[in-house]
């Protein structure tokens, strides 16, 4: 079939669809009605707190559009053959003749198509929305409406429901993240709320988290089942989103050349139709909450398989998957290599070394080629402009005259995506930020996004004022100089002077009667809230427990503030040594290598300077800073991804409680813990030398 005989069968099917939107049968009752319709009369009735009517018409707004959806994905299957016996003559024929075949074959299917929606979709309903009305229900803004409908009617297992589901989309959303925290902890509100009602239309994501989580811990069977049911499942969302471009009616293209003809008119709309069908790589491989795709997607998946498959001791399935691979990647030398490796290691095995790559890659690939071909092709002659979601084009694709910017462009985009990978620092600390937050009163004030960064929260309404004001009491009456390790009198800077207060020595003046015995307990009992919070926010797999904590305030020393150009605190990393010249960060002494998880808890905001900021590993560039303030609790993972230091006090004194974490056990503070044990009621507390300490340590190990 020659090229321009291809795009005007392409064309023909876009057109005679469009025109088939726009003149379906009559309406009948229980057919599907326009549900941008249904959901503007959610939104007026929300507006005007009609709260029952707003959610009765905001949820037909979802059902109508699923159910819209469906339909389209069952005309297209039902009549992915319409036609077919026509199709089969046109091998056979030429000139005119060969015309008049293909557009009757195309008539067959579109008149099927045609007939199939109208059985179940009323003629309004068959019409393209607006742009608005989509981006409103892409980026889940209904669910945002329901959720405060809902709250308003006291369907708070539906509120939380509809909280969730659009949190899903919109990660970065505080304000509905703090309102999720508010409905678990409400009254008649059950964890099966939390569910995301769109979960469905995202399940490869689902799969690709499980098969990730299976290969860190190094359960390959599990893992190859996971990516083996990514790849289905991503090339089934693929396939939906493919025909719900062939099936809904197509907007016409703007008319520029008024002298165009009705062949002009329909290979645009082919175009139209084509490049949408391309598009679906980048829809299904972009991530809810996510504004960009993840590249190569089906291509990584099929990386990860095929190493799974052979760390899993499948052979045969790690070749056959290697080969649909090289579909993509024809002449990547690590690919290569690998299948000489598997060859030889199934030498004997002929049936299982002469696997061939699986036949829905196979179509998959040979599909978006030919797709790609007409698509340049309109780019070339017709002025159309296409952009390729996919790295994996091949040259030969792209017509010459169009390859000398084809490659420019991509050369452009590599190096974009090699700077991101440079700057993509990756924790792997086991610890994902997210979890609840447990506590009546606290909220998440910043996140990862707001942060800049990787496993970074800012919890606000840790303390209450009056709690501030005790402990900072506390700090005033029984801190003593020095930083709270070795007694440094000023370990940073000589321009603060630094004071420093455990839990221990805040228990035993209170046992001498030099302190309250309530503010010595308070000051105990805020360090186990904090780690309450990070242990739930930070969703640890394991128990967390105390490394070290110290109260310790930073006061400007006067008469050495003028023209400062230090830092109270210089850019460091917790648990290893930071070279900023090389971007390394070294796990070894003297680190404290064993923390796992970083707390500042603020008292207070009367000064000036003392800010925490994160840098990148050059420990020059600031990617986000915090203020502090009374109540407000800074955590993070203690690894190479959070640099982070303290800004010079100028003015006034900073007091926090600095907490450290780690999930082994053997080096918990074995002296808080010891803390335990004790009657804290009436504060028995007694001292613990260092060779106490040492059979304390002894005895709690064995």
């Known amino acids: 079939m020659a090229l321009r005989e291809a795009v005007y069968v392409a064309a023909s099917l876009a057109w005679i669809l469009a025109v088939c939107g726009a003149s379906a049968p009559a309406a009948v009752s229980g057919l599907l009605p326009p549900y941008d319709a249904q959901y503007y009369l959610g939104i007026r009735a929300y507006f005007q707190e009609e709260w029952e009517k707003a959610a009765e018409h905001l949820e037909k707004s979802i059902s109508t559009r699923q159910a819209l959806y469906t339909t389209r994905g069952k005309c297209h299957d039902e009549c992915g053959r319409a036609g077919d016996e026509i199709a089969s003559k046109l091998d056979t024929e030429n000139g005119s003749n060969w015309d008049l075949w293909a557009l009757d074959w195309i008539q067959r299917r579109a008149e099927c198509i045609k007939f199939c929606l109208g059985r179940a979709v009323t003629p309004a309903g068959q019409l393209p929305v607006s742009t608005d009305i989509e981006y409103e229900f892409g980026t889940r803004n209904p669910y945002n409406f329901l959720q405060v409908t809902y709250y308003k009617l006291g369907k708070l297992q539906n509120a939380a429901s509809a ?27 059950t964890e099966d709320a939390f569910h995301d009602r769109e979960r469905e239309l995202e399940k490869h994501w689902e799969f690709y988290d499980a098969a990730m989580l299976a290969e860190s811990s190094s359960d390959w069977l599990r893992a190859v089942e996971r990516w083996r049911e990514c790849v289905n499942e991503t090339l089934k969302q693929t396939n939906d989103c493919r025909a719900q471009c062939v099936v809904s009616s197509q907007r016409f293209p703007e008319e520029e050349d008024p002298t165009q003809g009705v062949y002009e008119k329909a290979a645009a709309l082919s175009l139209s139709l084509l490049s949408c069908k391309q598009m679906c790589v980048s829809l299904v491989s972009t991530r809810p909450g996510r504004i960009s795709p993840q590249e190569d997607f089906i291509p990584l998946q099929l990386e990860h398989l095929h190493i799974a498959q052979y760390k899993a001791g499948d052979l ?41 790559p699986s036949q829905e890659i196979a179509r998959y690939v040979s599909r978006s080629l030919a797709e790609k071909k007409l698509l340049y092709f309109g780019v070339e002659n017709l002025d159309f402009k296409f952009i390729d979601p996919d790295l994996w084009t091949p040259e030969g694709v792209v017509p010459e005259s169009l390859r000398e910017s084809w490659r420019a462009e991509r050369e452009q ?23 609840p937050v447990p506590l009546v009163g606290v909220t998440i004030t910043m996140d990862d996004q707001t942060l800049n960064g990787t496993n970074r929260v800012v919890l606000d309404g840790v303390l209450s ?7 900072m009491q506390l700090a005033s009456v029984a801190a003593s100089v020095g930083d709270g390790y070795k007694g440094r009198r000023s370990p ?53 427990y105390f490394s070290y904590t110290h109260l310790v305030c930073r006061s400007a020393i006067p008469g050495h503030q003028d023209g400062r150009m230090d830092l109270s605190h210089p850019v460091h990393v917790d648990n290893c040594i930071l070279e900023p010249e090389t971007r390394q960060c070294w796990r070894e002494a003297p680190a404290f290598t064993h923390r796992d998880l970083s707390a500042i808890l603020y008292l207070n905001e009367d000064f000036e300077g003392g800010e925490l900021f994160f840098t990148d590993r050059d420990a020059k560039t600031v990617t986000a800073r915090v203020k502090p303030s009374c109540g407000r609790l800074v955590g993070f993972t203690s690894g190479p991804v959070n640099p982070h230091g303290v800004t010079a006090v100028t003015a006034g004194r900073r007091c926090a409680l600095a907490l450290w974490f780690t999930t082994e056990k053997h080096h918990r503070d074995m002296v808080r813990d010891s ?28």
Not at 316 to 322: E, F, M, R, S, Y
Not at 413 to 435: C, H, P
């Open 465 to 471: 004022e009056s709690e501030c004001g005790t402990v």
């Open 163 to 189: 909280a969730h589901t659009f949190f899903v989309a919109n990660p970065s959303h505080l304000e509905m993240r703090n309102n999720i925290e508010k409905y678990r902890r409400m009254s008649g509100v």
């Open 675 to 702: 803390l335990h044990t004790f009657d804290t009621d009436n504060l028995t507390v007694h001292d613990c030398t260092q060779a106490t300490c040492g059979s304390l340590k002894r005895l709690k190990i064995s």
């Open 316 to 356: 045969k399935g790690a070749v056959q998957t290697l080969r649909s691979l090289l579909l993509f990647y024809p002449t990547d030398a690590d690919s290569l290599n690998n299948l000489q490796l598997y060859s030889e290691s199934l030498e004997g095995d002929t049936e299982a070394q002469a696997s061939g």
């Open 492 to 544: 940073h800077t000589p321009n603060e002077k630094f004071e420093g207060l455990t839990v221990l020595r805040a228990l035993k003046l209170a046992q001498d009667g030099m302190v309250n015995q309530s503010d010595a307990r308070l000051l105990h009992e805020i360090g186990e809230r904090a780690r309450i919070l990070m242990h739930s926010y930070f969703r640890s797999h394991s128990a967390l």
């Open 413 to 435: 985009l590599n190096e974009k995506l090699k700077e991101g990978e440079r700057l993509l620092e990756v924790d792997e600390s086991g610890f994902y930020a997210g979890g």
